[in-house]
């Protein structure tokens, strides 16, 4: 059989800019927001953080003012929304320092981890990787990213997602268990960080479902919205 077909580079688009952002990797920080503000200083009950991956044709841009569809997914009764503050990457790096990290980062958006949660849950349940429930086609709407150049470092501000208008999800970002650049450089540690690699740095409390029909609007303070209808 000969190949004769190519395979696009997934981008991610940039706010103000005719350029686009290649994907390379998406990873994606498991449960990083405590339910009570973090007080200052160690807490030594905290757990590092864990991970996993989407493939990078799972991005859905979401252009700045638009609403985007996506198809409620299939094998799943439980299609759930996260939104996270989603690092865009642009120098590579392996065995980062924290004091370094924020160096590292190209730019920041919004971004929805959508999840097939039953099936993650059983597969988490029996020891299984997660890609089921996490890694499906068109499981990481996003924003269009925000240089730092433009916004600079985002390490606080609101972060929610509303329903058909209805709260849903609402933090503030000061509520990451694991900070930015504690995440980046906890993450070179296991892979050589590259241009193109997206992180999302996980969600708070307040996931559930959505159906077809719904708009899920979600923001972070300074960066900007977006919205998505389930088809
Ligand atoms: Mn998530």
Redesign the pocket.
Known sequence: MRIEFTLPTPTVLIQGSDSVFPVRRIY??GRNYAAHAREMGFDPNREPPFFFCKPADAIVNVPAGTTVEVPYPPRTSEYHH?I?LVVAIGRAGSDIAVEDALDHVFGYAVGL?M?RRDLQLALRDKGRPWELGKAFDQSAPIAPLRRVSEVGHIDRGALWVQINGEDRQRTDLSKLIWSVPEIIANLSTYFELQPGDLI?T??PEGVGPVHRGDTMTGGIAGLGELSVKVR
């Open positions: 994606c920080v996260e996270e981890d999840t999302y996980g969600t």
